[in-house]
């Protein structure tokens, strides 16, 4: 059975300027350049990518985008299009955010036109589902979250589905302070690999990474990356730090 490497990616959302980018990334290239059984990722904003792609070359640190539009060109104002990201050294993309999902009206229906389009472009993508607080304390997490990996994620081939990394945060937990135990986690992780597997077969199942999102920090990280179906983290506010986005990626 395929062993998955765990992945530990950054979501800068809206901060850090070019330099402030730069300077992170320096620093992280400097502790993690060597890293080999585990992925490391930052996702800075879309003015840090080239500057960041730059600074990566000859690293083990991959970098990925924080969004992006599933048509290929046009008159989109203001959107990004997947070649674009590819260009600029992309190797994944996150998708569906809670943020995007709240802010921005993404729905699983554009998720599952922007998981394809990443896909198209040799991108992978990394598709965000989960509940929020009034959803949890109705015991409807798992139809919830049933429903975004159903819609969002339907229709990719076997093999897509093996290279697809599936991010579980719990709307609740993101930039709170609150986790969710990693017994919770491990619950929902689990019944999302049943339901990929049900679509897709076991062995996609088994190959495709589903991340823990929502307040991952140093003190958590071990912890969480000991249960059987949590393959790494996405992680917001823990990642704008070198020391501690270095101290996430080399959790034992
Ligand atoms: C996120 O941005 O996806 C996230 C989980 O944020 P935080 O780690 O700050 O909760």
């Known amino acids: 059975m395929a062993k998955r490497k765990p992945l530990i990616a950054g ?12 300077d992170l990334v320096k620093g992280l290239k400097k502790n993690l350049g060597g890293i080999s059984d585990r992925e490391a990722l930052v996702c800075p904003p879309f003015t840090s990518l080239a500057a960041v792609a730059q600074l990566l070359k ?20 203001g959107e990004i299009a997947p070649a674009m990201l590819a260009d600029a050294g992309c190797k ?44 949890r304390e109705k015991n409807i997490t798992l139809e919830i979250i049933g429903r975004q990996i159903k819609n ?17 945060e719990p709307v609740w937990a993101i ?10 986690a491990q619950e929902v992780h689990a019944a999302i690999r049943n339901l990929f597997a049900s679509m897709y077969g076991n062995e996609a199942a088994q190959a495709a990474r589903i991340l ?15 249960q059987p ?24």
């Open 11 to 22: 979501n800068w959302k809206m901060y850090k300027t070019v330099a402030e980018a730069s």
């Open 58 to 77: 000859d690293s083990n640190i991959s970098l990925g985008a924080q969004n992006m539009h599933w048509e290929e060109k046009g008159a989109f104002t």
């Open 92 to 135: 994944y993309v996150i998708i569906g955010h809670s943020e995007r999902r709240q802010y921005f009206g993404e729905t699983d229906e554009t998720v599952n036109k922007k998981t394809k389009a990443a896909f198209a472009h040799s991108l992978t993508p990394i598709v965000c589902v989960g509940e929020t607080l009034a959803e």
């Open 152 to 168: 969002g994620l339907a229709g990719l081939t076997d093999k897509q589905a093996a290279e697809l990394v599936i991010a579980y």
């Open 175 to 184: 930039g709170t302070g609150k986790t969710a135990s990693p017994a919770q």
């Open 212 to 226: 823990y999102g929502g307040s991952v920090k140093p003190d958590n990280v071990s912890e969480l990356m000991r």
């Open 229 to 252: 179906d949590i393959d790494g983290g996405l992680v917001g506010g823990a990642s704008l730090d070198v020391d501690s986005f270095t101290k996430l990626v080399q959790f034992s």
